[in-house]
């Protein structure tokens, strides 16, 4: 069992960057892809950024590839986004997700253990 809790959530201007955080419990959190989702008013819940268990492989949303960037210290129990460049259509609720898996997955739905979310504004 894995519970997440994210935090680092908030209002930035456009152009600004965020770093959001996932806290995760659990023993066997370094054995987990983790992944970030966000999900905007009226929008399904969409793929972000991935990272397999090791953190040497990596994979983005076509949307964020080039600003964002994930990463994680297994020594933490933790995992990052790192929000560059921000645009006002990248506000919405962004998700932490963990899958035992051990590859990249990108559907939502293959994605075991979620967060309760954490709100990123990006104002005009």
């Known amino acids: 069992q894995v519970q997440l809790v994210e935090s680092g959530g908030g209002l930035v201007q456009a152009g600004g960057s965020l770093r959001l955080s996932c806290a995760a419990s659990g023993r066997t959190f370094s054995s987990y892809t983790m992944g970030w989702f966000r999900q905007a008013p009226g929008k399904e819940r969409e793929f972000v950024a991935a990272v397999t268990w090791t953190g040497s492989s990596t994979y983005y949303a076509d949307s964020v590839a080039g600003r964002f960037t994930i990463s994680r210290d297994n020594a933490k129990n933790t995992v990052y986004l790192q929000m560059n460049s921000l645009k006002p259509e990248d506000t919405a609720v962004y998700y932490c997700?963990?899958?035992?898996?051990?590859?990249?997955?990108?559907?939502?739905?293959?994605?075991?253990?979620w967060g309760q979310g954490t709100q990123v504004t990006v104002s005009s």
């Open positions: 997700a963990a899958d035992s898996s051990r590859i990249i997955k990108t559907p939502r739905d293959e994605y075991e253990y």
